[in-house]
């Protein structure tokens, strides 16, 4: 990690924070794969358009198998993660997490529906909750025509997309019966939960480690200011009800300024009687998962996010190794 670190340094890249929101984008789109496993191939890949608040939402369904395969195996169809891309509300889409959502794919036998809900500063918050929430009420009624299975949903998403999942658990358990079901899964990369930077790991590693503070404060106030931070829907540390929600997985990092944040929600998770796994990565810092080509944690839990998904799903540990060889943008082998 040390040496990824210095890679980083020496490249001298501006930090996001010195840039504008479009040229930040940019950047991370520009970066997210030099460390990122290769695009692996799947059989099936397919854009969609999920109906939103404020328009088509552009989305991504990954399946580790034909549809036809999926329906042979099982006629109810295959179970599915609905992901939400990290990048601080700011930052992030369908590209820079494509590797990242193949692999999850690839690796659980489930498909995995990724969504490209809108960004600060042009969309602030709520919109992006806004977002993720339409994306789960179309997905739960339109699974069957997917070829996928509306009673057994995941959500999941790393970073500010982990803060949106763990936000989307919540809503999902007080609109079960509008749903129809409840999730399987809350799987939590490394994510924000918090209403304010102000952890002891906040203070650790503020610098150098590559999620500075600097880069949070703009993240933060470019999607919401400081006087609502206390929603719930931005912190769900600060949601009132913390029952009866879906069994939850944490990836976290040793080295992550959220670090404190993601304890204390799966300490709280429990404590309120449910379900939780929680998996921390010692010498790794935010977003190592995205890191496979570099270091070998990252492989590490992305299998453990694939083995959570799978006993969420009741579905068989593969029969092979995943491959990781390279595919163009977007496309299908």
């Known amino acids: 990690m040390a040496a990824v670190l210095e890679r980083i340094h020496r490249a001298n890249r501006p930090s996001f924070h010195s840039l504008s929101p479009k040229q930040a984008r940019i950047a991370y789109l520009m970066g997210a794969e ?22 088509d939402i552009a989305a991504r369904l990954y399946a580790p198998v034909t549809r036809e395969d999926a329906a042979a195996r099982d006629p109810r169809g295959l179970p599915v993660l609905l992901y939400f891309h990290g990048g601080g509300f700011v930052i992030g889409s ?35 909750v806004d977002d993720c929430w339409a994306a789960l009420a179309w997905l739960a009624q339109a699974a069957p025509s997917l070829g996928l299975d509306g009673a057994r949903i ?23 019966a509008q749903l129809g ?13 918090t209403a304010h930077a102000d952890t002891d790991s906040h203070r650790r590693f503020a610098k150098g480690h590559l999620l500075d503070a600097d880069t949070i404060a703009w993240f933060f106030n470019q999607y919401i200011p400081a006087e ?60 190592f998962i995205k890191m496979g080509r570099s270091i070998p944690e990252a492989e590490q839990a992305l299998d453990a996010c694939a083995d959570a998904l799978r006993t969420a799903f009741g579905l068989p540990a593969p029969a092979a190794a995943p491959m990781t060889s390279t595919t163009p943008t977007g496309a299908s082998a």
């Not at 690796?107 to 042009?122: C, F, H, I, T």
């Not at 079901?181 to 939960?193: F, V």
């Open 228 to 287: 609502r931070r206390e929603d719930w829907r931005f912190a769900p540390l600060q949601a009132e009800d913390h029952e009866d929600l879906a069994p939850a997985c944490f990836i976290l990092a040793e080295a992550d300024p959220l670090i404190d944040e993601g304890i204390a929600y799966a300490d709280l998770l429990r404590a309120n009687g449910n379900a939780v796994r929680l998996e921390l990565y010692r010498g790794v810092t935010h977003d």
């Open 94 to 128: 369908l590209e820079t997490h494509d590797s990242l959502c193949r692999q999850l794919a690839l690796r659980s036998g489930a498909a995995v529906v990724a969504v490209d809900y809108r960004l600060a500063p042009d969309h602030p918050f709520p919109a992006a």
């Open 181 to 193: 079901t409840a999730l399987a899964l809350q799987l939590l990369i490394t994510p924000g939960a």
């Open 154 to 176: 995941a959500v999941g998403g790393d970073s500010a997309g982990g803060t949106l999942a763990a936000v989307t658990a919540l809503h999902a358990r007080d609109i079960r």
């Open 34 to 55: 030099i460390l990122d496993l290769p695009r692996a191939p799947l059989p099936r890949i397919e854009n969609l358009a999920i109906p939103g608040p404020a328009g």
